[in-house]
């Protein structure tokens, strides 16, 4: 596909993102799809179940994009999320950076990095001021996450 058609799949990426519209999201994956970020890696339809989670989850979420850029093979684009923590009830605006590889005109990589000290230190108060830069918090939150989205996959098939 041409450069002009993959900014425009990542534009509706966003657009339904920030509608919180995750089937549209999860339609603009490839079957095969991998995802990841600083507490996910996902793969294929769990990649749908994630963004599900989050807009559903995401009452206050906003987003904000830009800087999309893409050529016939790999794009990428900045965006912005303001939203409250449901752990920790606090504010969170997080900055995040994402990379895409294109397949058959839809995502089949994509890479969202941010700086989770950055984060830890909004979400989670505290602890993550003190041991967000750590590896040993990194893995809680990952498997925290992990466990959310099996409890959400279990109440969405049940």
């Not at 900045?78 to 005109?105: C, I, K, L, M, P």
């Given at each position: 596909?041409?450069?002009a058609?993959?900014?425009d799949l990542?534009?509706t990426?966003?657009?339904a993102?920030?509608?919180r519209d995750?089937?549209?999201?999860?339609?603009?994956?490839h079957?095969?799809?991998?995802f990841?970020d600083p507490v996910?890696?996902l793969e294929?339809?769990?990649?749908?179940?994630m963004w599900t989670m989050?807009?559903?989850?995401?009452?206050?979420l906003r987003?904000e994009?830009?800087?999309?850029s893409?050529d016939e093979?790999?794009?990428a684009s900045?965006?912005?999320?303001w939203?409250?923590f449901?752990?920790?009830?606090?504010a969170v605006?997080?900055v995040?950076h994402?990379?895409?590889?294109?397949r058959?005109?839809r995502?089949?990589?994509?890479?969202d990095?941010?700086?989770?000290?950055r984060?830890?230190r909004?979400?989670l108060g505290?602890?993550?001021?003190?041991?967000?830069?750590?590896?040993?918090?990194?893995r809680?939150?990952q498997?925290?996450?992990a466990?959310?989205?099996r409890k959400?996959?279990?109440?969405?098939?049940?």
């Amino acid at each position: 596909m041409s450069a002009a058609a993959h900014r425009d799949l990542i534009e509706t990426f966003y657009a339904a993102f920030a509608r919180r519209d995750a089937a549209t999201m999860g339609a603009c994956y490839h079957e095969q799809a991998r995802f990841r970020d600083p507490v996910f890696a996902l793969e294929g339809a769990h990649i749908t179940a994630m963004w599900t989670m989050l807009c559903a989850r995401g009452a206050d979420l906003r987003i904000e994009y830009r800087g999309i850029s893409a050529d016939e093979h790999a794009g990428a684009s900045d965006w912005q999320a303001w939203y409250t923590f449901s752990t920790t009830g606090r504010a969170v605006h997080n900055v995040v950076h994402a990379r895409f590889v294109f397949r058959d005109g839809r995502i089949a990589e994509h890479v969202d990095t941010f700086d989770f000290w950055r984060w830890s230190r909004q979400a989670l108060g505290a602890p993550g001021l003190l041991l967000g830069w750590t590896p040993i918090l990194r893995r809680k939150v990952q498997a925290r996450a992990a466990g959310n989205l099996r409890k959400f996959l279990a109440g969405t098939s049940a």
